[in-house]
């Protein structure tokens, strides 16, 4: 952590590269539209987190507060195999990867790829997703849906709703979900259960541009927290 207790919080700017297979041939990478990255994160999930936004999204729900990631050129394009060497490249000790942007799920069989060589490298994480399709759509999508699925242990589902308050410290509107996947998803109940309410971090990059809030709550009490800060804007998830 620097700045008394806050994340470190920085956005994605790594080398793309190429992938060769066994016989000495180049195979066309996968790539990822990325955006930032911050830990260790506690607003996003259970312990201590990295999180990872992705860029893009063709959703555009009313009142989202990231509206700065629909367009993918938010962001950079990068290969999997580049971004998981940044994310591993993080020396601390964390709990889990937390995925959300922009739609992540608009991106399915890229960040599938990407968990593959995450999980094979930190096979304690837990990986939780935020996706603005509920479980059901997804599951009708198509096989590339499916994989990222199969790689998810906890997915907060549905698109944001400004009328409906959450009711779940994980949730940011009442539609919204969350899906316990797999048996790591399932342990992990109590300690989701445990989560306060309006929980946020600060995120300070290199530049001041950089600052954000991290977490998941109503608009007020995102915009009374920046007040207290004395933020200039109010920007992240």
């Known amino acids: 952590?620097?700045?008394?207790?806050?994340?470190?919080?920085?956005?994605?700017?790594?080398?793309?590269?190429?992938?060769?297979?066994?016989?000495?041939?180049?195979?066309?990478?996968?790539?990822?539209?990325?955006?930032?990255?911050?830990?260790?994160?506690?607003?996003?999930?259970?312990?201590?987190?990295?999180?990872?936004?992705?860029?893009?999204?063709?959703?555009?729900?009313r009142g989202c507060i990231t509206p700065n990631l629909w367009d993918r050129h938010a962001g950079v394009r990068k290969t999997t195999g580049a971004v998981a060497e940044r994310l591993l490249a993080v020396s601390r000790r964390l709990d889990g990867l937390t995925i959300t942007g922009g739609e992540p799920f608009e991106q399915a069989g890229a960040l599938a790829e990407l968990l593959r060589q995450i999980r094979a490298a930190r096979p304690h994480w837990s990986v939780l997703i935020y996706s603005g399709h509920t479980?059901?759509?997804?599951?009708?999508?198509?096989a590339e849906e499916e994989g990222l699925l199969g790689q998810t242990d906890v997915?907060?589902?549905?698109?944001?709703?400004?009328?409906?308050?959450?009711?779940?410290?994980?949730?940011?509107?009442?539609?919204?979900?969350?899906?316990?996947?797999?048996?790591?998803?399932?342990?992990?109940?109590?300690?989701?259960?445990?989560?306060?309410?309006?929980?946020?971090?600060?995120?300070?990059?290199?530049?001041?541009?950089?600052?954000?809030?991290?977490?998941?709550?109503?608009?007020?009490?995102?915009?009374?927290?920046n007040t207290r800060l004395g933020a200039r804007s109010s920007r992240r998830t």
């Not at 479980?135 to 198509?142: K, T």
Request: hydrophobic letters at 40%; one cysteine or more.
């Open 1 to 61: 952590m620097n700045r008394n207790g806050s994340v470190v919080f920085e956005p994605l700017l790594i080398v793309s590269r190429s992938v060769r297979t066994s016989r000495n041939r180049e195979t066309p990478p996968l790539h990822l539209w990325v955006s930032k990255l911050a830990y260790p994160v506690t607003a996003l999930g259970p312990g201590e987190r990295l999180a990872l936004w992705v860029s893009g999204c063709g959703l555009r729900c």
């Open 135 to 142: 479980l059901a759509s997804l599951r009708r999508h198509g």
């Open 155 to 225: 997915l907060i589902d549905g698109p944001y709703r400004s009328d409906r308050p959450a009711r779940h410290p994980l949730a940011g509107s009442g539609n919204q979900t969350v899906h316990l996947l797999t048996e790591r998803g399932r342990g992990m109940l109590e300690q989701i259960k445990a989560l306060p309410m309006a929980h946020a971090n600060l995120g300070f990059g290199t530049n001041d541009d950089d600052d954000w809030l991290i977490g998941v709550m109503d608009p007020a009490t995102r915009r009374a927290i």
